[in-house]
């Protein structure tokens, strides 16, 4: 989804993070334990700030490497992960060694990226067929021939809007042609709006990283800078008419399906069938007009502008989209604005760091079956299932002991239980990328023919049965989600390793742990927004009134409780946008810890390490989110990340827990007790 848009629906554990450290790529991944002492601070009082307590010692031994804009657990098991895979692509990236055809394949992609000398000589030269088409668009129809071109071949999200395809949230055995809003290059709609001392440096910063870089492909300073009063214009325009994040994650807002005949009207000034065309799908006759308001300013600025000021704005994005790739002026000119300014990362990753995500991105399945092969033995996903089964039962459990909830709603909610869908490790069949043309020598038409096989697979799955067993990510990413249309919930492998998931360990904080991660995604399906789509995964209302307007009330807890946390500086936590996020934090544990409980109920638990068995669980748990970011890079996660800061996904859970207070004998007024009557819980 990457190369099209951000499926909107799709809820993760954690924000996506990578690397940093020591250059030299791992034969075997490090161990480190699902609890590890040295990484508390035992000097801070656990019921004062549980996180500091779990995490202070983690903290101290982790800084930031420079070419990182935050770091924490899962993103440094995902950074070892990304070293252990450079072994294994160097490995397959020698035409002399016996390489299977899969590992030919990711070896070529790798060997084309890593050949910097051949790329930096090239400078602009791949984006010249791209521009020179571009050039020579005389009209609408043209236009809109040339961008389903470049989303064909990757550009997409800012290249005026995004495209793809997604189950219909109408009728989830389906999927249907979808048109999101897009076009603009700063993170977010408010960065365009807001008048913030900030929000206007960051977008001075911006005008400036367009005139540089428009520099860098040829222009002179006078053309680059109109060129930039004119992409400001037109991105400010396009941002007033997106709808905040906040917005997007009402379900309704997002999804409006059309006839092809309905959107020309929406949208007249946008020449759809010539797209349609282009981008493969000319007999379509129905899609999701996501957000309709977009289309519609969208189609008015492309009426009220001559077709030259459209072209100078897509050259500036065709450029902006593919720097990373270009040659190290490009690079280092994209690095300083998306990463330096808006994150505050100091310096570019090593060379083998982007090319490793990049197969990732791009062959993501054909390097997964090379890493599950060697880190991913049988047993564990056995035990990984009966964990998941273990909880589900708790959740079922929990539905049916609900005082708040109707009798018909516990029915469509335990329906919706018993048909969630487990998915543990990695595909049952691997993604087959045999058809895409790779060359040593090519590493931008590699990135484009692979762009090309990826919209093409997405594409064409409008029209055709669900493949139910299809993953949104490979198996070597620490990351785990939900998905309400499908309902499923998906672990990868890389997920379910120390110190996530520790086999060697006693049981609690492996619950506290992987629990925790496992309730997080059940409990998506009964968030704010998964709620709202029906066991088969269609978006369909099955709650009564009086129990939507009791979940609401218990969401609202939560939402407030968050709200009233400090990001960083004078930002706060927006907790409407957390919102789903937190409520599955909090479920997700509250299930962890029963499902402990049950499974060693006939067991006599000793205390480890100077913690007893409780005390462990909430360690185990806290220990998953330990971390360090960067200011900028915590503003801007503020600002677009439905994840709440790591302290406040620790924090916050355990003052709605009493059997937190009591793990630790916490005093009544403790900052980590609440009163009986100010503890939120939804499930
Ligand atoms: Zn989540």
């Not at 919209?455 to 064409?460: S, Y």
Request: with cysteine; proline share 6%.
């Amino acid at each position: 989804m990457r190369r099209l848009s951000l499926p909107l629906l799709l809820v993760c554990f954690g924000a996506l993070a990578a690397d940093a450290g020591r250059d030299a790529p791992l034969a075997t991944l490090p161990y480190t334990p699902g609890l590890e002492p040295s990484f508390m601070d035992k000097t801070v009082d656990p019921c004062v700030d549980f996180y500091a307590y779990a995490c202070g010692g983690w903290q101290r031994q982790n800084p930031i490497p420079p070419d990182q804009s935050s770091w924490g657990v899962y993103g440094k098991l995902q950074d070892e992960i990304q070293r252990h895979l450079w072994g294994l692509l160097q490995t397959a990236a020698d035409p002399s060694s016996a390489r299977s055809p899969v590992q030919a394949q990711i070896g070529d992609y790798f060997a084309a990226c890593m050949d910097e000398a051949r790329i930096d000589g090239l400078g602009s030269k791949p984006l010249e067929p791209a521009l020179a088409a571009l050039a020579k668009v005389k009209d609408r129809k043209g236009l809109a021939a040339w961008l389903a071109e470049q989303h064909d071949a990757g550009s997409t999200d800012e290249l005026l809007f995004a495209f793809g395809s997604e189950q219909d949230a109408l009728d989830a055995t389906r999927f249907i042609a979808a048109a999101y809003a897009g076009g603009l290059g700063l993170p977010d709609r408010a960065d365009y709006l807001d008048q913030d001392p900030k929000s206007k440096e960051l977008r001075e910063k911006y005008r400036e990283h367009v005139v540089r870089t428009l520099q860098l492909l040829g222009d002179d300073a006078a053309t680059a800078r109109k060129t930039r009063d004119l992409v400001m214009d037109i991105e400010t325009a396009l941002a007033k008419a997106t709808l905040t994040r906040v917005e997007r994650r009402d379900p309704y807002k997002v999804f409006h399906r059309v006839q092809l005949a309905e959107l020309e009207k929406l949208a007249p000034a946008f020449e759809w069938k010539t797209y349609l065309a282009g981008v493969g799908i000319p007999d379509t006759q129905v899609l999701n007009a996501s957000q309709p308001g977009f289309l519609k300013a969208m189609s008015s600025e492309l009426k009220r502008r001559p077709l030259a000021d459209w072209k100078r704005y897509l050259r500036w994005h065709l450029v902006n989209s593919q720097a990373r790739y270009l040659s190290r002026a490009f690079v280092d000119e994209d690095f300083d604005f998306n990463h330096r300014t808006v994150q505050g990362t100091e310096a570019l990753s090593a060379r083998w760091k982007r090319c490793v995500r990049w197969v990732d991105r791009d062959l993501g399945e054909a390097l997964g079956q090379v890493f599950v092969q060697k880190n991913f033995p049988p047993e564990l996903k056995q035990k990984t299932l009966q964990m998941v089964q273990q909880i589900e039962r708790e959740m079922e459990a929990d539905i049916r002991g609900l005082e708040w909830m109707s009798p018909e709603t516990k029915q469509r909610a335990l329906e919706k239980s018993a048909a969630m869908a487990n998915k543990i490790g990695y595909p049952d069949r691997w993604r087959d990328y045999s058809s895409i043309k790779l060359a040593r020598d090519d590493f931008q038409g590699n990135v484009g023919r692979s762009a090309v096989f990826e919209t093409a697979r997405q594409l064409g799955r409008i029209g055709k049965p669900i493949d139910r067993g299809e993953w949104e990510i490979p198996p070597q990413t620490v990351n785990a989600y939900y998905s309400p249309t499908m309902n499923d919930m998906n672990f990868p492998a890389a997920v379910l390793l120390p110190p996530l998931f520790d086999p060697k360990m006693d049981a609690a904080p492996g619950y506290g742990n992987t629990g925790g991660t496992i309730g997080h995604e059940l409990t998506h399906g009964f968030d704010d927004q998964g709620r709202q789509f029906d066991a088969k995964g269609n978006l369909k209302d099955w709650w009564t009134k009086q129990d939507a307007a009791e979940f609401s009330r218990r969401a609202s807890c939560v939402s407030d409780q968050y709200s009233s946390y400090i990001a960083v500086d004078d930002v706060h936590v927006n907790g409407k946008l957390t919102l789903g996020e937190d409520v599955a934090d909090l479920g997700g544990l509250i299930l962890a810890y029963r499902a402990w409980r049950g499974a060693t109920s006939n067991q006599r638990l000793m205390p480890v390490d100077g913690l007893t068995p409780d005390q462990r669980f909430f360690v185990g748990n806290a220990q998953w989110a330990c971390s360090n970011i960067r200011p900028e890079a915590m503003r801007l996660r503020a600002r677009t990340n439905p994840h709440s800061p790591p302290k406040y996904r620790v924090n916050g859970l355990v003052v709605n827990m009493p059997e937190f207070g009591q793990a630790f004998s916490c005093k009544p007024g403790a900052p980590m007790t609440k009163p009986p009557e100010k503890v939120c819980k939804v499930w």
